[in-house]
């Protein structure tokens, strides 16, 4: 099955600063690929995805670039503010071409420092 | 308001004592999930259904019943509880055809500790 693995665990920058989350899969088939944040005491929520045919999609201050050739895509998050503080999950889906199979990273605890 | 509700969000019990979780959604979303959430292994999908009457293993199902008799709801099943299903779950909803085709909607999670 997919693996997924994501990188760094934790991740700790200033204010302001940018933050780079970067995670490989395994499945050269997989062609979805989400970002969701966790907030304490919450449920992860869809931030950001890009589909295989695109190698980079943006939203304001966040982007997501996908390299699949080398079977890897990246969360960039430029001008960080304290409440991007959270855990971020990527995860890779599409080998069936349907939602049934979100295979999940093992999250970054990004903490944003005044 | 468009959500997806858990119940309980806290529950704590003994070994064997069967227990339910429920999961409701309100978006009309064919496509239920639950996973389960631990330190440093993410979320690992549990069940999924993709309607009424469909329901299929994820990669963690041993342990563990659901049933879809009805679109909005989704239950969780733990006929005999062990402490290694100890853990955070997460129920969740997507609608298969829509702009956003693959977005999960989670809901707030319900902790489980199971002595």
């Known amino acids: 099955g997919e693996n997924v693995e994501q990188h760094p665990s934790t991740l700790s920058v200033q204010e302001g600063d940018s933050a780079v989350i970067k995670c490989t899969y395994s499945?050269?088939?997989?062609?979805?690929f989400p970002w969701y944040k966790q907030e304490l005491g919450k449920g992860p929520q869809l931030i950001i995805d890009i589909r295989s045919n695109v190698g980079e999609k943006k939203d304001q201050r966040i982007a997501v670039t996908l390299n699949k050739t080398a079977k890897h895509f990246s969360l960039h998050i430029t001008e960080t503010q304290p409440e991007d503080s959270a855990v971020y999950f990527c995860?890779?889906?599409?080998?069936?071409?349907?939602?049934?199979?979100?295979?999940f990273g093992t999250g970054t605890r990004l903490q944003v420092t005044l | 308001e468009a959500q997806v509700t858990q119940n309980p969000r806290y529950l704590i019990t003994v070994t064997g004592k069967k227990l339910t979780v429920t999961c409701s959604q309100n978006?009309?979303?064919?496509?239920m999930s639950w996973y389960r959430q631990d330190p440093g292994l993410g979320l690992r999908q549990i069940y999924y259904s993709m309607n009424v009457e469909v329901t299929d293993k994820g990669d963690v199902p041993e342990g563990y019943k659901v049933s879809r008799k009805e679109k909005r709801n989704f239950p969780l099943i733990l006929e005999s509880p062990s402490p290694n299903q100890t853990s955070l779950y997460f129920c969740a909803s997507s609608p298969l055809t829509s702009g956003s085709q693959y977005e999960q909607y989670f809901g707030p999670g319900t902790r489980l500790t199971v002595t």
């Open positions: 995860a890779v889906s599409g080998a069936t071409g349907t939602a049934s199979k979100l295979t």
């Open positions: 978006m009309n979303h064919e496509y």
């Open positions: 499945d050269s088939a997989s062609n979805y």
